[in-house]
């Protein structure tokens, strides 16, 4: 085992200057599966934006109206403790699963892991070959072959980061909207052009170049998952029990002096961040699988059993009991579940309307009328949500004395608008106390819902 492996980057030589990664392909068990599990991750990225929900776009994210359509519902920027209930949802469940079942986010469903290791590194190997030969491409001069494959490669790389670019722009001005742009020249829309464009750069930069290194040196989750795994978190593990002493044998070989691992480096060959998964647990370690894969391959060919790399936790590889049922899990999932109750709650009892009122900057506190009359002027604003026309009725529950006016009572709004109406309160100055009274307003929908508008009405003390 190296002994400097938690002090250095396996991307990284001591200069500094960077080493590239060239990792090979070994399909197995797990592969065949991340490649199942991608593949529908990639569709529905991709056929989203072209689904149709109640004459929505699936996911719409309408940043220049502040609508965001999700799955059938409409949300507004007034909904943003939606919002911070989802991200919350999210930690949570970050917490969770990462206590029971590691980094499988990273390796199975993460986005970088998804497009780099299933769309442009199969792009590249068509084109450059297995890693042996994309090494020695990458190290021969400057030649005609090199010039033709790498002009291939990136062409390839930059239609496939075109069409990721053009639908991750379609979740924000809409599928249909964006076809009609690519139809006119660019620079009649130049705005989504050049997000497209800039898009296009950023995936380009990121899985042709960056590619490993955002693993390794920006995402922050390497860093904090110490905090959130123990040791009966499952993670990949290498049986150093069972695979020390290394050494080469031959199938057939069981004289006991030797381990089971043949040191035959397949399982650092295959790594998408180039680590050795024999030195145990590290942060650069994505869960993917692959190094499980070339392992079993090689167990079989010499006649021993698979798993000496293997899902197991820390206890288990050291021949501890694995204990998955534990009070982090527990305290995790328990929390969660009540989350995510009480945001369905939220979500099944969400007003489709909303009344609040505003008392301008620029208003004068109070107007003093003929007699004793006071008037206060504010601004009602209403949003309905709902995809029908609603009306809304005002009426003045307490003190009865204060009378409402407004243009128009009951007052039309339409579906998924809103709209600022003005109201008066007109009452006599024998209401005020201290220059202030509190008022109830009734606001009554035509869907068959209320409210109560609580505020104060000022005067002269």
Not at 4 to 32: A, I
Not at 106 to 121: D, K, S
Not at 363 to 389: C, Q, W, Y
Request: hydrophobic letters at 45%; glycine letters at 6%; proline letters at 5%.
């Amino acid at each position: 085992m190296s002994e400097d492996f938690r002090e250095t980057l396996y991307t990284v030589d001591k200069q500094g200057h960077r080493r590239w990664v060239y990792p090979g392909l070994v399909k197995g068990w797990f592969f065949t599966r991340r490649q199942v599990v991608t593949t529908v991750l990639m569709a529905i990225y991709l056929v989203m934006p072209w689904l149709q929900i109640g004459g929505e776009q699936a996911i719409f994210l309408d940043l220049p109206h502040r609508r965001f359509v999700f799955f059938g519902s409409v949300f507004w920027a007034t909904d943003t403790f939606y919002l911070v209930l989802i991200f919350g949802a999210l930690a949570l469940s970050l917490f969770f699963f990462t206590a029971l079942f590691g980094r499988l986010w990273c390796g199975w469903a993460c986005p970088e892991t998804v497009f780099l290791e299933f769309l442009f590194r199969p792009i590249e190997r068509w084109v450059e070959g297995d890693s042996a030969q994309r090494q020695r491409l990458d190290r021969a001069p400057w030649n005609a072959e090199k010039i033709r494959k790498k002009f291939l490669k990136y062409v390839l790389f930059a239609a496939t980061a075109w069409i990721l670019a053009s639908t991750f722009l379609a979740y924000f001005i809409g599928a249909h909207v964006l076809l009609h742009m690519m139809s006119a020249a660019p620079w009649e829309n130049p705005g989504p052009f050049l997000a497209t464009l800039f898009l296009m750069g950023l995936m380009l930069f990121q899985f042709g170049w960056f590619r490993e290194q955002f693993c390794t040196v920006i995402c922050p989750y390497a860093r904090f998952q110490s905090v959130l795994l123990d040791l009966n978190s499952l993670v990949i593990g290498y049986d150093s029990r069972r695979g020390e002493p290394r050494g080469k044998h031959r199938k057939g070989d069981h004289d006991g002096t030797k381990g089971d691992c043949i040191d035959c480096g397949l399982c650092v060959r295959v790594c998408p961040t180039g680590i050795d998964i024999r030195n145990g647990l590290q942060l650069e370690c994505i869960n993917c699988a692959a190094c499980i894969d070339a392992c079993n391959s090689v167990m079989v060919q010499i006649g021993k059993p698979q798993g000496l790399i293997r899902y197991a936790s820390e206890n288990e590889l050291t021949g501890k009991a694995w204990r998955w049922l534990r009070p982090r899990p527990i305290i995790y999932g328990c929390i969660l579940i009540a989350y995510l109750v009480f945001f369905a709650y939220r979500i099944s009892t969400r007003p489709m309307w909303e009344v609040e009122v505003v008392r301008g900057a620029h208003d004068v506190p109070f107007t003093a009328m003929e007699g004793d009359k006071i008037s206060n002027h504010l601004t009602i604003r209403i949003s309905n949500k709902s995809r029908e026309r609603l009306s809304f009725e005002f009426h003045v529950e307490e003190p009865t004395t204060v009378q409402a006016v407004i243009p128009v009572n009951p007052f039309p709004v339409d579906s998924e608008q809103l709209q600022n109406v003005p109201l008066f309160l007109n009452f006599d100055k024998q209401v005020l106390h201290a220059g202030r009274a509190p008022v109830r307003i009734l606001v009554k929908s035509s869907d068959g819902s209320s409210s109560i508008l609580s505020l104060s009405v000022l005067g002269p003390e």
